[in-house]
């Protein structure tokens, strides 16, 4: 169980252009899904926390006009990069919780490149 | 600041020894912990949770959980190659907070 998919894996897109990443629970309903960006060799850094049917809470020096995030149902949240630069090029990772027990499962990630 | 820390590394140990993995936390409300494996490339898997004090144990993994001393550890018994990774300490920080608070993570690596 707690099985969190992720699409796409990888992408690579033109600089300027926006990119859109799915993150789904696929057994069980998530009620607040998390966004977290990993650079190589860095630490996890939590970009959002989105709550079903509420707007996203960013952190501090995350740009919330360039990160969207929409979480429009129990099982799906999305994040957008819109005009995706090459900085914003690095591993998107969401995790999604039930909430009950606090434990976070993650998905497997997408590595976007930004040429 | 509500903080998990963690030595990060890299701790060597020989195959088939025991590695020991160790986390502090500072905030005292903190109920809930966690442990995440994260091979490099991949994303974080959930290992361990642990929310009462004393010891869990889930086959060759135990967690230790002492929240007089704020610490949590995690011990990996007949260590293999495929134990390799990075260990995340992860606290439900209380409070109503959706989120986890976690560590930067220990670098493991088994020596074959």
Known sequence: GAVVSQHPSWVICKSGTSVKIECRSLDFQATTMFWYRQFPKQSLMLMATSNEGSKATYEQGVEKDKFLINHASLTLSTLTVTSAHPEDSSFYICSASSGGTYEQYFGPGTRLTVT | ?112
């Open chain 2, 1 to 112: 600041q509500k903080e998990v820390e963690q030595n990060s590394g890299p701790l060597s140990v020989p195959e088939g020894a025991i590695a020991s993995l160790n986390c502090t936390y500072s905030d005292r409300v903190s109920q809930s912990f966690f442990w995440y494996r994260q091979y490099s490339g991949k994303s974080p898997e959930l290992i361990m949770s642990i929310y009462s004090n004393g010891d869990k144990e889930d086959g060759r993994f135990t967690a230790q959980l002492n929240k007089a001393s704020q610490y949590v550890s995690l011990l990996i018994r007949d260590s293999q190659p495929s134990d390799s990774a990075t260990y995340l300490c992860a606290a439900h920080p209380g409070g109503g907070a959706d989120g986890l608070t976690f560590g930067k993570g220990t670098h493991l690596i088994i020596q074959p």
